[in-house]
């Protein structure tokens, strides 16, 4: 069975402009969550989305969004890319919480 | 106040041998999850273990066994006859339960990590 997937492995962007990263859930997962994981901060909740709605959000900027599609893959937006959002960006799935949440590999996105 | 503390930013460890990785928490909730991954140098979060609120036994999966002390509110990782295949970031989490709505918090909120060592 397929794990969760993640695009694109890489990012590099510069000050101001936008990234864009997708993510593939488990199979017959229908929950989506998305973590940011700089140097130096650990690892930090950004976003859930559940059945297209997003259920929950963590401590970001609006230009930090998302959606969740019908199929339950999901996007991540970064609007007006600033220095310190380079980071891993990892995304999980899980059939609906309170179950473990399986990580993708994450895409490293890098802003300059 | 941070809700889950690991104290051991490195721990080294021979291999074939036991250790302990430690993982303090905080909550006032009464059902929350306790969960352990383990994120090698590529850099994917691997789920190790997990161990519920209300569950009596201390969960095991394989060569992980996670030593759950509730009310000192410790969740401890141990891994036996340790594998230099071992040798990566460790990170405690955990999920809260639910918030007065009744809707679940989803989010894993996650430790600072221990870098494991295993040394032939």
């Known amino acids: 069975e397929a794990g969760v997937t993640q695009s694109p492995t890489h990012l590099i962007k510069t000050r101001g402009q936008q990234a864009t990263l997708r993510c593939s859930p488990i199979?017959?997962?229908?929950?989506v969550y998305w973590y940011q994981q700089a140097l130096g901060l650990g690892l930090q909740f950004l976003l859930w989305?559940?059945?297209?709605?997003?259920?929950n959000r963590g401590n970001f900027p609006p230009r930090f969004s998302g959606r969740q599609f019908p199929n339950y893959s999901s996007e991540l937006n970064v609007n007006a890319l600033e220095l310190e959002d380079s980071a891993l960006y990892l995304c999980?799935?899980?059939?609906?919480?309170?179950?473990?949440?399986?990580f993708g590999p994450g895409t490293r996105l890098t802003v300059t | 106040a941070q809700k889950i503390t690991q104290t051991q930013p490195g721990m080294f460890v021979q291999e074939k041998e036991a250790v302990t990785l430690d993982c303090t928490y905080d909550?006032?909730?009464?059902?929350?999850?306790l969960f352990w991954y383990k994120q090698p140098s590529s850099g994917e979060m691997i789920f190790l273990i997990y161990q519920g609120s209300y569950d009596e036994q201390n969960a095991t999966e394989g060569r992980y066994s996670l030593n759950f002390q509730k009310a000192r509110k410790s969740a401890n990782l141990v891994i036996s006859a340790s594998q230099l295949g071992d040798s990566a970031m460790y990170f405690c989490?955990?999920?809260?339960?639910?918030?007065?709505?009744?809707?679940?918090?989803?989010?894993?909120?996650f430790g600072q990590g221990t870098i494991l060592t295993v040394h032939p």
């Open positions: 989305y559940d059945e297209g709605e997003e259920r």
């Open positions: 199979s017959g997962h229908t929950s």
């Open positions: 989490a955990m999920r809260e339960g639910y918030n007065a709505g009744g809707t679940s918090y989803g989010k894993l909120t």
């Open positions: 999980a799935s899980s059939l609906a919480p309170p179950n473990e949440q399986y």
């Open positions: 909550t006032s909730d009464q059902s929350y999850g």
